[in-house]
């Protein structure tokens, strides 16, 4: 059964920092196209950063200079480091896998930065 688990999210105050961590089963995520995407409310889901199968990277400019995508790969996991966080980073962030036409969700993870 593929699964795709998010953690790391959490409470912090602008500025600081957290790491989000994307944990797969049933598929290998080397081979995989990742995506970070973030909901906030009354907000469509939005691309926040992508790690494609040869380790090219995209991130929004919003969050450019400041978060940083990356495979783990002895673990099967993609991580997403997230620095200087602001309160328009706050939402909740979903991992997403796709390769051979097909597509995974996790079911999202809470990051907060009150303002």
């Known amino acids: 059964q593929v699964q795709l688990v998010e953690s790391g999210g959490g409470l912090v105050q602008a500025g600081g920092s957290l790491s989000l961590t994307c944990t797969a089963s049933g598929i290998n995520l080397d081979i995989y196209d990742v995506h970070w995407f973030r909901q906030t409310p009354g907000q469509e889901r939005e691309l926040v950063a992508t790690l494609n199968n040869v380790e090219t990277t995209y991130y929004d400019d919003s969050v450019k200079g400041r978060f940083t995508i990356f495979r783990n790969k002895d673990k099967n996991q993609v991580n997403l480091q997230m620095t200087g966080l602001k309160p328009d980073d706050s939402g909740v962030y979903y991992c997403?896998?796709?390769?051979?036409?097909?597509?995974?969700w996790g079911q999202g993870t809470q990051v907060t930065v009150p303002s």
């Open positions: 997403h896998a796709a390769a051979y036409g097909k597509f995974y």
